[in-house]
């Protein structure tokens, strides 16, 4: 039971930080370190969450996603069929560091406090630059796609925001917010879908060492948060200041720090 009520936990975290650019891998990693929680198979735990909060995503974006996915069968919307071609240019970074180093990525996903504390550093220095930048009417293009792409990849390490990281990206590329955000938050559903499907089919959800009950339990918190904090954090994350994150990060990471140091 105390492994589930800490997976909840875990999963209310996912679902408040995914929309934020403050790194929910992150603060995942923070998460199990002061509850003093490690889940059977760490990394597998954090993409179940991650898996979670994607869902809510598409429930936020259904109509978006229906018109992306009508477009494909549509000779007139070129618009749409334009912006899923770059959601796909903006997938290659992420999916080829995720495929060639999968076992060193794992690794890091185990209490790594310091880097998730350095890396916090970086995202809040990411996000306090971007927030200089002057606000533009950009639109996304095939080259921005791939920079952002990178940008995402580089946040498969914890403490990086993915969401931070990408919108930065895309407001120092000159994009306008709105559109930066929903290109952010859109984006990595087709890499969070093809990583459960590739564990699926590697038989990693039958493993006998994977706890089933906490993994569920994550799940539907992060699922439930996620819904809602989606709907009221996107408009936050469109048009508050970065740099208010930006401070919340470098205050994390030195609590971070100063904690880690004092308990080892």
Known sequence: MEQIIYAIILGIIQGLSEFLPVSSSGHIELGKFFLDFEPEDSLLFTVVLHFATALSTVVVFRKD???????????????????????????????????????????????????????????????????KAKSTEGKVTFTNAIIIGIAQAIAILPGISRSGATIATSVLLKIERKEAARFSFLMVLPLIFGKMAKDTMDGTWTDGEVAIMPMIAGFIAAFVVGYFACKWMIKLVTNAQLKYFSYYCFAVATISIIWYSIAY
């Not at 009508?70 to 770059?86: P, V």
């Not at 076992?103 to 890396?119: G, N, P």
């Open 65 to 131: 996603i229906w018109q992306i996915l009508g477009s494909l069968f549509s000779t007139k919307d070129k618009e749409n069929q334009l912006f899923a071609l770059k959601i796909i240019v903006s997938m290659i970074p992420a999916a080829v560091i995720g495929v060639l180093f999968n076992d060193e990525l794992e690794a890091l996903f185990d209490r790594q406090i310091i880097l998730v504390s350095i890396c916090l550093y970086i995202t809040g220095l990411l996000l306090f630059v971007a927030d």
